[in-house]
């Protein structure tokens, strides 16, 4: 689902920001997507994504701050949350893509994004924010969106219980 979300983003040139956590020691994250389209690719040590380099960067890109940011990732437990709390704490609108969240356990995955929700945070779905940037059938990269979420997807395996979310 990962590569779903960046496809489409960089299908509709929407700016992408990625962050690995501390890559030196854990390894490369994002090895398997393209993301060469990249605003940046930063390595960090802190948890939250919001590191002056990254802050400069949305700088850069939005002016003083942007109305809206989508954010998926893992740990949603840990970098995925405190992302999504800096940002909210800026009064920034969050929306979390539940399917492109995971951690290593489903159960801290679950429980982030229940707190994400209670801290103003919209939960959602790829298909959801994707068909959501494109508003309209007459949207002329509408063909290559359809194409890409077309694809068989993974059941991230999200809680049941539509109170949770």
């Known amino acids: ?22 890559p030196e020691k854990l390894g490369k994250t994002v090895a398997d997507l393209d993301v060469s389209h990249a605003k940046i690719v930063l390595g960090k040590t802190y948890f939250s994504m919001m ?14 701050k942007p109305q809206d940011v989508v954010l998926y990732g893992l740990e949603s437990h840990i970098c995925v949350e ?12 969050v929306y979390i893509v539940a399917d492109c ?12 994004l229940e707190r994400l929700r209670q ?7 790829s298909e959801s924010v994707i068909f959501d940037l494109v508003r309209d059938k007459n949207n002329p990269k509408f063909d ?22």
């Open 51 to 64: 590191t002056p380099q990254v802050k400069s960067v949305i700088k850069d890109i939005f002016g003083e």
């Open 1 to 22: 689902m990962f590569d779903l979300q960046t496809k489409a983003g960089k299908a509709l040139d929407v700016p992408l920001i990625v962050t690995e956590h501390y």
């Open 82 to 93: 405190q992302t999504a709390i800096d940002l909210r704490e800026q009064d920034i609108n």
């Open 119 to 125: 801290a103003g945070c919209v939960i959602t779905t």
């Open 101 to 112: 969240c995971c951690s290593r356990l489903n159960q801290d995955r679950d429980l982030a």
């Open 144 to 165: 290559a969106i359809r194409r890409l979420v077309n694809t068989t997807s993974v059941d991230m395996e999200l809680t049941r219980n539509p109170a949770k979310l």
